[in-house]
């Protein structure tokens, strides 16, 4: 980054979410990612630039190792020049979805993070005039908790993702209630991964967006403004997936290149390479609990029609969707069972407040935090030890149950066995804050008691009614 010469004028707004405004280069492949904070809660330059090297430290010495080099760019921290920033705050800020808004970009550091452009990451197989197509997929958590501290039954039953769903819509976060279960895209069974993607299509909320060339052309920009005209989709993807064919359109062509995209995701996402250390977790952190959620419309169907549940997870163990799970698999205890050790930890850090700094709660993110992460043990020996490593180990697990996986396309026209050269990456791995357990705690209880006094009370009237009427409640699994 040449600090001197940076021109607002070459970058334009990009994205965000709720902690991070992200910038791209118009002609470069890199991306500039500004922390973003609620007015008046401002912190030090010193305080932000040492939060982002965090960021950089975490995604270098433990994300890369769990998942890969392959998978994890992480970027390195930048300083820039006040007047760049604040002319670009103001350039970006129209941009902006309202719903972003209760947040603003910091721009008194002059510290951001630049990473590489991963809508538009180019490696020396894409040639750089060719088209380049990318999804970005935030799968979410993939697991029902295993761990005999859950005391709501419906834990065990329905995942996290699919009672959440219920509290959004009632709290107007989004509009209807999504078919989305991320067990179904955590199966490896192809035909519920593509009832998973083709339910992110229909109803992306925040979980799904699919850029042309670094441009956002589908998904939720604001919860306000949802996009989701597959024939306007179809019309963006058809030269990438039927090149030759340039006169068909109509509802056909759009399911064919709906169908064509869900099988191209399905193939890439279980591709993988074997890098990446987390075949160290796999001996405490096999397949464990249910493997359907009983919320997930495919299931629920499979059910109706008196069928067998579909088998365990046949992810290959190289590909990312497998190594986030594992990761994600490091919540041995659920909040429920953590809960009690975080204020374990926290009693002590009254006590000796200064040994915050030895317990490395706030950094630094080094090898030796990453191999204390490696203790899979679940016997509470009573002491602070124990208490602090689970506690790490669920921060580093809610980080990967919220991070995105972004898949890069281009066609490739030299390779004959494969229509697409594409690259995975994986994004979003800032490492969520010690602080946010309690805030943890009571959502799970406010989601789990949601779903089970209402929803679940309304479910059993209308089956109890469908039964006695002996209706048919078989869905429609359509072919993609
Ligand atoms: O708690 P969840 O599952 O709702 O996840 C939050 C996300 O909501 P989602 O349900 O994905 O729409 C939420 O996403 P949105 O702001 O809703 O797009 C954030 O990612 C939040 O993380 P952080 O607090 O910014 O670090 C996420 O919070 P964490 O739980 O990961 O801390
Ligand atoms: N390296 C990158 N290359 C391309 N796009 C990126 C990159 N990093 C982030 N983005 C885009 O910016 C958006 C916001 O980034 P990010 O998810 O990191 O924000 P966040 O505020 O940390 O998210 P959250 O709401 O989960 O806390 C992403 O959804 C993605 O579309």
Redo the contacts with the bound molecule.
Sequence with gaps: MEEGKMDENEWGYHGE???SLVVAHAQRCVVLRFLKFPPNRKKTSEEIFQHLQNIVDFGKNVMKEFLGENYVHYGEVVQLPLEFVKQLCLKIQSERPESRCDKDLDTLSGYAMCLPNLTRLQTYRFAEHRPILCVEI?P?CGFIPFSSDVTHEMKHKVCRYCM?QHLKVATGKWKQISKYCPLDLYSGNKQRMHFALKSLLQEAQ?NLKIFKNGELIYGCKDARSPVADWSELAHHLKPFFFPSNGLASGPHCTRAVIRELVHVITRVLLSGSDKGRAGTLSPGLGPQGPRVCEASPFSRSLRCQGKNTPERSGLPKGCLLYKTLQVQMLDLLDIEGLYPLYNRVERYLEEFPEERKTLQIDGPYDEAFYQKLLDLSTEDDGTVAFALTKVQQYRVA?TA??CSIMIALSPCLQDARSRFAFSVSVLDL?L?PYE?IPH?YK?DGKIVNYYSKTVRAKDNAVMSTRFKESEDCTLVLHKV
């Design positions: 979410g709720n902690k935030k979410k959440h925040n809610m149950k919220d800032d969520k946010s943890q959502l």
